[in-house]
């Protein structure tokens, strides 16, 4: 069963904009850290940005000052906005989520499927 289900990805030029969303089931109990990685062409996936629960943010420095990393935890989503975008921010983008399906359960890892984003030069 999906856990986490990415949207808005496209095809956008250098300069531009876009914002990616994740959808967290609500058949979690708790949600912990969220983050976004990508994996560009030919390389391995990196971490972009994670958010703690109470939203202290982490950001990679390729990107700081162009992304920014939100949540809602009422709508179990994450949000990711990314201005100013360059093609090497072309890539698969990943939400993972750290969360627990019950009460007393573990925590464990999620993964999306991913959502592409291509960066027009």
């Known amino acids: 069963q999906v856990q986490l289900v990415e949207s808005g990805g496209g095809l956008v030029q250098a300069g531009g904009s876009l914002r990616l969303s994740c959808a967290a089931s609500?058949?979690?109990?708790?949600?912990?850290?969220m983050t976004w990685y990508r994996q560009p062409p030919g390389k391995e996936r990196e971490l972009v940005a994670s958010?703690?629960?109470?939203?202290?943010?982490e950001y990679v420095d390729s990107v700081k000052g162009r992304f920014t990393i939100s949540r809602d935890n009422a709508k179990n989503m994450v949000y990711l906005q990314m201005n100013s975008l360059k093609a090497e921010d072309t890539g698969a983008y990943f939400c993972h989520a750290l969360a627990t399906m019950r009460l007393g359960g573990s925590r464990d890892d999620y993964w999306g499927q991913g959502t592409q984003v291509t960066v027009s030069s």
């Open positions: 958010i703690s629960r109470s939203s202290d943010t």
């Open positions: 609500r058949r979690f109990f708790r949600i912990s850290t």
